[in-house]
Nanobody
Framework: QVQVAESGGGLVQPGGSLRLSCAAF????????MSWYRQCPEKERELVAF????????NYADSVKGRFAISRDNAKNTVYLQMNSLKVEDTAVYYC????????WGQGTQVTVSS
């Protein structure tokens, strides 16, 4: 069955770090674009980071540039989002999305940044 599953969310203090994982099943992550989105209550879901399947180019929302990094482990068929220097405003549910012909969303993982 084709699906993605996020993990790694939690509670962290401002300035801290978290690494989110997106495990893929039924397809190969290196063959499609993979994205991380986030959604805060009463706000639209926004694109945080994107990693191209071919070539591996990445891009980021301005709000996370220099702090977040998207990467891929082909052997584990998993995509990661390393989040550093976290801010209170990074609090959201984070979703992984497989693009292209897969077109699947994960169930989301909560990230809360609070002192």
């Amino acid at each position: 069955q084709v699906q993605v599953a996020e993990s790694g969310g939690g509670l962290v203090q401002p300035g801290g770090s978290l690494r989110l994982s997106c495990a893929a099943f039924g397809f190969t992550v290196s063959r499609v674009g993979m994205s991380w989105y986030r959604q805060c209550p009463e706000k639209e879901r926004e694109l945080v980071a994107f990693l191209a399947g071919t070539g591996g180019d990445s891009n980021y929302a301005d709000s996370v540039k220099g702090r977040f990094a998207i990467s891929r482990d082909n052997a584990k068929n998993t995509v990661y989002l390393q989040m550093n220097s976290l801010k209170v405003e990074d609090t959201a549910v984070y979703y992984c999305k497989a693009g292209g012909y897969v077109n699947k969303w994960g169930q989301g993982t909560q990230v809360t940044v609070s002192s």
